[in-house]
């Protein structure tokens, strides 16, 4: 499967941005979809994950009450709607895909296989 995560920009702090991931080669309903993201000169860390069935859905401390993921099937889209974004949330944003991750490891980026290009998320102050 082909990721494309898109939706990315500048904002300032306390707004709202929606990051869009798009899937092409295979269908986006038997994925796990989790986003991930990294500042400049640290690791890759989990934002959220959204299991094939979008009956369970995981959100990293730091994000929860502020970040929804969806997904929208028929459109073979996921999305990540980050509200009342900080500076700190500033980074590339990632989208990835596995078909059965182990729920230990959703939150581990080793568990996804296939990765889409980043989108630069920058929040000022």
């Known amino acids: 499967v082909q990721l494309q995560a898109s939706g990315g920009g500048l904002v300032q702090a306390g707004s709202s941005l929606r990051l869009s991931c798009a899937a092409s080669g295979r269908t986006l309903s038997n994925y796990a979809i989790a986003w991930f993201r990294q500042a400049p000169g640290k690791e890759r860390v989990f934002v959220g994950a959204n299991r094939r069935s979008g009956d369970m859905i995981y959100y990293a401390d730091s994000v929860k009450g502020r970040f929804t993921t969806s997904r929208d099937n028929a459109k073979n889209t996921v999305y990540l709607q980050m509200n009342r974004l900080e500076p700190e949330d500033t980074a590339v944003y990632y989208c990835?895909?596995?078909?059965?991750?182990?729920?230990?490891?959703?939150?581990?980026?080793?568990?996804?296989?296939?990765w889409g290009q980043g989108t630069q998320v920058t929040v000022s102050s």
């Open positions: 990835a895909a596995d078909r059965s991750p182990i729920l230990s490891a959703i939150r581990d980026v080793s568990t996804y296989d296939y």
